[in-house]
């Protein structure tokens, strides 16, 4: 599964294991609460639910896409 986080500092795609939507939300939440910084969170996110950060390439289709401005967790449409 692939997953963009984006936001006003940076957009990153990480790829792990496959989950729905509402477990990556669950997981994207315990990973905020753990950041002070929000230029740290995706490492955080990577390191406590065994994701990898992989090079950003905007002709990659994602599954989801976390917006960490907003909160907002959706699926891309292509």
Excluded: W
């Excluded at 990480?14 to 969170?41: H, R």
């Excluded at 490492?43 to 002709?59: A, H, L, V, Y």
């Amino acid at each position: 599964m692939i997953v963009e986080i984006d936001g006003f500092y940076h957009q990153i795609m990480v790829t792990g294991k496959k989950c729905s939507k509402q477990e990556l939300k669950q997981m994207y939440l315990s990973a905020k609460q753990m950041t002070v910084d929000v230029s740290d969170l995706p490492s955080i996110f990577c390191r406590i639910n065994k994701f990898e950060i992989i090079p950003f390439d905007e002709d990659i289709q994602v599954d989801f896409v976390i917006d960490t401005d907003t909160d907002r967790i959706y699926t891309p449409s292509y």
